[in-house]
């Protein structure tokens, strides 16, 4: 073990019910990995703390008054590169997750997750791994579908498609075809490794690594990792 990975992960709790604010911090005070440095009653705070604190970790609830879950999300994503978002939600909360996807967020547990999944989440996070459950997956995807079902719908009517490759021409694809590389590449991806260990997998430099993930990316019109991860996965 590094001195690095003997360095706490230090962690902000975003939650509005003081009752599981309180109770995660209880538990990650516990682990000596682990170090609450800030907790959040609102997603305004949560964005405040993670400017101010510079967290490894913020466990973000969603439905937060204020600023929700996903507005934070966004803009700490966007200010914060290194800071990873764990999002906890509910299944009930498909649109939601689906926009929390979309803004960036590395992780996601459902609420009623035990408290081992919980912190092997933490630790997955600190590694550059991103968590996604099974059925939050399902869920996102099926989003994804409607999507993808609307848009062909709306260019079969003849609605205006920017990426159309001149005025009454044929249509671009929707995704461009992946090589064998990136395809193995984009297997890694989706087993929730970071690029360290991709290319260590592939006997690649890193540097190529992170290349292959952005054209993969730019191909497949993710906008994260994690949303690259759910487009790729088949019904």
Known sequence: MTTGDLTPIRIVIAEDQAVVRRGAALLFSMEP??????????????????????????????????????????????????????????????????EAVRAGA??????DADEEELLETVRALRRGESRLTPQIARKVMDQFRRLSAGHAEGVALGAPDARAASPGGPKAPIADALTDKEEKVLEHICAGQSNR??????????????????????????????????RSRRP
């Open 106 to 111: 590395h992780a996601y547990l459902l609420k």
């Open 197 to 230: 260990q991709i290319a260590q997998a592939l006997f690649l430099a890193e540097g190529t690594v992170k290349n292959y993930v952005s054209r993969i990316m730019d191909k497949l019109h993710a906008s994260t990792r994690t949303e690259l991860a759910i």
């Open 33 to 98: 990995d682990m170090e609450v440095v800030g907790q959040a009653r609102n997603g305004a705070e949560a964005v405040e703390l993670a400017q101010i604190l510079q967290p490894d970790v913020i466990l973000m609830d969603l439905h937060m008054p204020v600023k929700g879950g996903v507005a934070a999300t966004r803009e700490i994503t966007r200010a914060l590169p290194r800071t990873q978002i764990l999002v906890l939600t509910t299944l009930d909360d498909d649109e939601t997750v689906f």
